[in-house]
């Protein structure tokens, strides 16, 4: 399995923790969407805001392209409107932020099981 994060250092999504091929991060989500067109993960932790293309569009776009891999939102983020849209949109899993690390674990550990 190979994952990309937005916003993250590489050390707090460290691939080996789950076991993961290499981990990769972007600064925007552009430079997010050129990587997953290139690299192909398996799983992006994707933020619903960040500079440049924020979460929808990402998803909007990722969809496009035809790349499927399994994101999970992580946001701080109440709309509830814009939530249910990126599960719409693709979204294996919304956590909230600040991020509880064993929540993600076990969201991790669900997509690399299914």
Known sequence: MRAIGNGFSEEAVDGSR????????????????????????DLVLLDVYMPIAKGVKFLNKLQESGVSPAVIMLTACQDEHLLKTTLDLGAFEVLPKPVDLKQLELAVAAKLHA
């Open 18 to 41: 789950f076991r993961t091929g290499p981990v990769r991060t972007a600064g925007d989500g552009e430079e997010a969407l050129r990587i997953v067109k290139s690299d192909h993960p």
